[in-house]
């Protein structure tokens, strides 16, 4: 009797749940079903919709990276008029794909263009390179039009390298890993030590399992390990008598635990990490492209080289000043959805709560950088039988990743690093030039001399030295009360990134958040 949707949501959330409440708010249409991809399209008026006196309401987004467009473009479909507020002259954050013209200069004066080829199959994609298939990203690259291609994450060609030890390829490591844990295993049970685990049967069963996995032989061979075609072949079988040599010697036990090599073959386990990986058909900012045609087409207004100098909540909305070529500009709004790296917006001057700002500097920010090399031959194709996939190692490159596109061409982009914290951030201290000194030095002695010939260019970027973003990703030591608290509307401004998901540092998280806090503000909106 008299009874708001807030008051029956609040009343459910707290008999039920959060999860409970949410599955009431897509009941009530005031929260997205999965398979709607966030707020529903609020243009036709029907029971549930945003209030008449609501509509036109104002969303200023601060921030055009993908939780920021993917937030304006659910917000559009919602029917709120919305303003993209971006500090750098290009859009898309840490979706950025180089191409041949590309112009960027780091914090530190550094500016590099790109040479690479121009043509469609050359490019680096300086941030997020890989989509898995779980993730929301490739439901918006449906409902957008971005078509997807396979990616190779994965690569039995591909190499895995320790300091002080010649390369080998993965099919090789994970044969002989797989061989001896295979014989390790099947001694024990033949031997009796698994009995008390074990049944007749689930013995029999298992054995025949470990032949198959480790390839190995039975009892009457005593369950060893000798090396196998999985290992791959030094000479490859072929017509008439020739039989082909399979890939030795094969390592003792000792020597394959001892190569520290094992612990690659785990990365491709990870669910975020399992084959099949995509991307977009060149390049990744594709997504980008996609998502601002859709933002526009809705009549949101993108504004970029308009860096943020100050953000306030007032009583009836909020009041956001920002620098452009003539000067600061004052824009008001119902409601802001701030985007920014957090440690960018914990220091930008606010009226919020402190609380907000000391939250805000909780998560570590985590550095990230990427090098593209383009040769003039495919070396890694024609030389060494590598198509597509990542090459692991302990040197500082960390890893290195080769074209899933292209093949064939005479020229490629290889990813000569992709690495990740003090690693990142030590070739984030050296100028462009010296970076790809010390990554091809390092790399040779991977792929050897060949690494340094027919390079045509390169293009590296370290985002700690990148300006408005300065960090790779942000990482939580635990989401306790800071965590919570951000994931709350401060006022009437709200937050959204991959931080705050349990994505990080994947465009999925991103969006995930982005599309929470439009069901949240649209809950609030809708329901007076």
Request: proline letters at 5%; a negative charge; charged letters at 20%.
């Amino acid at each position: 009797m008299g009874m708001t949707r807030r008051t029956l949501l609040r009343s459910i959330g707290v008999a039920g749940g959060a999860g409970v409440m949410f599955e009431s708010m897509r009941a009530l249409g005031l929260a997205p079903a999965p398979q709607a991809l966030a707020a529903p399209d609020f243009q036709e008026p029907r029971e549930g919709d945003l209030p008449a006196h609501a509509r036109g309401s104002t969303v200023v987004v601060l921030g055009a990276g993908i939780a920021g467009l993917t937030a304006a473009y659910e917000l559009g479909k919602a029917g709120y008029r919305c303003v993209v507020l971006e500090a750098k002259d290009r859009i898309g954050g840490r979706n950025w794909t180089v191409r041949a013209g590309t112009t960027d200069t780091d914090l530190d004066g550094n500016t590099q263009t790109a040479q690479f080829t121009d043509d469609a199959d050359t490019y680096l994609n300086a941030g997020p390179g890989r989509i898995p298939q779980s993730h929301i990203t490739v439901d918006y690259c449906n409902e957008l039009g971005v078509r997807l291609e396979p990616l190779l994450s994965s690569n039995a060609a591909a190499l895995l390298h320790s300091d002080g030890a010649d390369p080998q390829m993965h099919r090789t490591v994970k044969a002989d890993h797989h061989g001896y844990v295979a014989e390790l295993l099947s001694k024990a049970v033949d031997a009796g030590a698994l009995d008390g685990e074990l049944t007749a049967d689930d013995k029999e069963a298992l054995l025949t399992f470990l032949s198959g996995f480790g390839d190995i032989g039975g009892s009457d061979t005593g369950f060893v390990y000798e090396g196998s075609s999985r290992r791959g072949y030094a000479v490859q079988p072929g017509a008439a008598d020739q039989e082909g040599v399979v890939l030795g010697p094969t390592p003792s036990l000792s020597e394959t635990l001892s190569s520290g090599l094992g612990r690659y073959l785990q990365l491709d386990l990870g669910h975020d990490q399992a084959m099949t990986m995509l991307q977009p058909v060149g390049g990744m900012d594709a997504i980008v492209d996609a998502l601002v045609d859709a933002v526009r087409g809705n009549g949101a207004e993108i504004i970029t080289g308009a860096p943020v100098t100050e953000l306030r909540n007032t009583d009836d909305g909020v009041e956001i000043t920002y620098r452009g070529a003539d000067g600061d500009t004052v824009l008001r709004g119902d409601f802001c959805i701030a985007t920014l790296p957090p440690h960018l917006m914990a220091e930008l001057p606010t009226n919020l709560d402190p609380a907000v700002a000391d939250a805000l500097r909780t998560p570590e920010i985590w550095a990230a950088g990427k090098l593209g090399l383009e040769y003039d031959r495919r070396w890694w194709e024609l030389d060494e039988g590598i198509y597509g996939g990542i090459t692991y190692t302990d040197l500082d490159l960390l890893s290195m990743w080769y074209p899933s596109h292209g093949f064939g061409r005479e020229h490629g982009v290889l990813v000569g690093y992709y690495n990740e914290g003090p690693m990142a951030e030590a070739y984030g201290a050296l100028s462009p030039a010296e970076r790809t000194r010390r990554a091809l030095a390092e790399g040779a002695r991977i792929h050897g001399a060949q690494y340094r010939r027919g390079l045509r260019d390169s293009f590296s970027v370290a985002w700690d030295r990148t300006p408005h973003v300065e960090g790779g990703w942000a990482m939580w030591s635990s989401r306790g009360p800071e965590y919570e608290l951000l994931n709350q509307a401060a006022g009437n401004v709200y937050f959204a990134g991959d931080w705050l998901s349990y994505q990080t540092a994947w465009q999925a998280g991103a969006m995930d958040s982005a599309r929470y806090v439009v069901a949240a503000l649209h809950e609030r909106v809708a329901t007076g």
